[in-house]
């Protein structure tokens, strides 16, 4: 090429001619450079740099032609000549050849490291190898995703790395079906809350790598991978199975829940703590009625709930309740109800035991979730008329009056102020739970069930004639109002003023017929020797012809005893001890009892021992 047979050697370069060059320097540059070094013990002249000139890269049929020809000059003349030009042009997976007038260079290929977009797939290819290598499958495919599809530039590591993508998905659908295959066994075998949260946690696990899956065989179409049809057919399948594994948990775990009668104390307790949690929303003053919201077993640390939770607590209950709650939410968020047909009916059955209405605020809440006002209003009408505590009362009826207060009247810091006044007043501080109350009832006016809650306040005080102001003041607020009118005529009873208790308690069961209203007025008739009158009352208000089945009924079947009919010499009052509940409630409120029934009374045998 330079006459005696002179020849030269070409590599890739950098820019001073460094052969090879370093990695990041020809990463970061936007010229592709050639070194042209004299094979041999001599340099290059500078007549030399005319016939370097003629020397012209080749890729596949393309000439490249060079922009630039530089000397590298050393201290002994030029060891090297560098050409450059454009990296667009280059095909990096195509070899080079240099084309002279009287030779041509074999094929130069370039390193696949230099090229543009080696970074990025190698570092995805080493990652997706390391997950595969610990066993995170899943991590493997989602950092394999570039190379889903087709890949290019086709580095080397490649078809690697797509082996690589089949074997975690392989090793994915196999490690699922296999646990899929363990928890069909386990859970047709014997459904529980453990089996159906592991089967929660497979549902979500499945969620999470269908996604990776579904796309990597979209983009792998090509070679029929039954990738796709497997997912799918285990995602179908472990939803039936969740379906009918629910289902049958479901009514498995209710059933146990309401075995029994009333007497069993976890059941009364548990749905008593559900009643709760259903008519105690978070905010009563968001809404005219009341929503069915998903439970919160956490409401019940409330003060107000506090020693519903200790009983919970103390008895090894809690975590039980919580199973509960659990059950309900799925119903409310799944069947748009809180119990269905079958546990409604149950609830139904056995309604004339109950202490309290579970059934009629149940199906209230069943048909606010139904949006059927009707059947709605006519439950929730019947449970105000059979609550035998004053302080569910209360909460029933204050959805009544928080509707009638517009949006935004009452302000947070009166909500804030009554919620510690409530802490005060568990923790035994009523000073300091007086004065807190006592600014709330005053900022949330015409809101009464704040001058209720200070008229107990001051009742627990001993404070009876405040009290008996604050609640005189709540029911001015709202004549509708009948927990603090309960109250009072509880207050007239304990002081024997019983004509004026059965004046009020008449007036009043004019406008509400209320088993607590009825209460009272048969033990002002007691205290006033009308038994045969008292009878009537409360026989009348548990009447099977009425729409309430009272917690006295059971007591009213049985014989008259001698002691009640007042044909003893114990009279009319002696206040029982081991009659049954409804007698205790009955006579409660005498002051002018005996210290026990006489000799001749017959106490029945299923309630001995019961207060």
């Known amino acids: 090429m330079f006459g005696d047979a002179r020849r030269v050697t070409i590599g890739h370069a950098d820019e001073k001619g460094t052969v090879p060059p370093d990695t990041s320097v020809v990463r970061a540059s936007d010229r592709v450079y050639f070194a042209v070094r004299p094979a041999g013990d001599w340099t290059f002249d500078p007549d030399d740099k005319q016939t370097l000139q003629n020397i012209t890269p080749v890729q596949d049929t393309s000439a490249l032609v060079p922009e630039t020809l530089t000397l590298v000059r050393g201290?002994?003349?030029?060891?090297a000549a560098v050409m450059s030009m454009p990296k667009s042009r280059i095909d990096w997976f195509a070899p080079v050849t240099f084309r002279h007038t009287i030779d041509t260079t074999n094929g130069l290929s370039l390193s696949e490291q230099y090229a543009p977009a080696y970074p990025f797939l190698r570092r995805a290819y080493q990652e997706g190898q390391r997950h595969l290598d610990v066993g995170r499958p899943l991590r493997a495919i989602r950092a394999l995703r570039p190379f889903h599809g087709p890949a290019t530039p086709s580095f080397s590591f490649v078809d690697e790395a797509k082996a690589l993508l089949d074997t975690a998905s392989t090793q994915i659908l196999d490690e699922a079906r296999s646990r899929f295959r363990t928890l069909r066994r386990d859970l047709v075998s014997e459904p529980d809350a453990a089996g159906l949260a592991r089967l929660d946690s497979f549902r979500v696990r499945l969620d999470s790598i269908r996604p990776a899956l579904v796309s990597y065989a979209e983009a792998r179409a090509e070679t029929n991978l039954p990738v796709q049809n497997r997912i799918e057919t285990l995602v179908h399948s472990a939803d039936q199975?969740?379906?009918?594994?629910r289902s049958t948990y479901r009514r498995e775990t209710l059933r146990i829940f309401l075995r029994g009668t009333y007497d069993n104390p976890k059941l009364?307790?548990?749905?008593?703590?559900?009643?709760?949690?259903?008519?105690?929303?978070?905010?009563?003053f968001a809404v005219s009625t009341p929503q069915v919201d998903p439970l919160q077993p956490a409401a019940l640390d409330s003060p107000r709930h506090a020693e519903l939770q200790r009983r919970l607590r103390s008895e090894g209950w809690a975590t039980g309740f919580r199973e509960v709650v659990r059950l309900v939410n799925e119903n409310i968020r799944e069947r748009n109800e809180v119990f269905g047909a079958e546990i409604m009916k149950s609830l139904r059955l056995r309604r004339p035991a109950a202490p309290q209405p579970y059934f009629e605020v149940i199906a209230a809440m069943n048909a606010r979730l139904a949006e059927d006002q009707t059947r709605f209003a006519d439950a929730w009408g019947r449970a105000l008329e059979k609550v035998t505590d004053v302080s569910l009362l209360n909460d029933l009826q204050r959805w009544r009056l928080a509707s009638r207060v517009a949006p935004?009247?009452?302000?947070?810091?009166?909500?804030?102020l009554a919620e510690e006044a409530r802490s005060h007043r568990w923790a035994g501080r009523l000073g300091a739970a007086n004065a807190r109350l006592q600014l709330a009832a005053r900022l949330t006016e015409p809101y009464a069930p704040l001058y209720y809650e200070l008229g107990e306040l001051k009742q627990a005080q001993g404070d009876t004639l405040r009290a008996r102001e604050d609640f005189r003041r709540a029911r001015a607020l709202a004549s509708a109002y009948a927990p603090p009118e309960v109250k009072m005529l509880r207050q007239?009873?304990?002081?024997?003023?019983?004509e004026r208790a059965l004046t009020r308690a008449d007036s009043l069961l004019q406008e509400q017929s209320y088993w607590l209203l009825y209460l009272p007025k048969a033990r002002a008739l007691l205290g006033r020797n009308r038994h045969a009158e008292a009878r009537r009352v409360l026989r009348g208000a548990a009447s099977p012809s009425t729409t309430r089945a009272m917690p006295c009924t059971r007591f009213l079947r049985r014989p008259t005893p001698a002691w009640m009919s007042g044909r003893e010499s114990g009279g009319p009052c002696s206040r029982p001890k081991r009659y049954g509940r409804a007698a205790q409630r009955l006579w409660s409120g005498c002051r002018r009892c005996a210290p026990r029934p006489p000799s001749g009374a017959s106490p029945s045998p299923r309630r001995q021992g019961t207060r």
Do not use: H, I
């Open 408 to 416: 935004g009247t009452v302000p947070e810091r009166a909500l804030r």
């Open 241 to 245: 199975l969740y379906s009918d594994v």
């Open 492 to 498: 007239l009873l304990a002081q024997q003023k019983y």
């Open 75 to 79: 201290e002994e003349g030029a060891r």
């Open 268 to 284: 009364r307790l548990y749905l008593a703590a559900l009643t709760q949690l259903l008519v105690t929303p978070d905010s009563a």
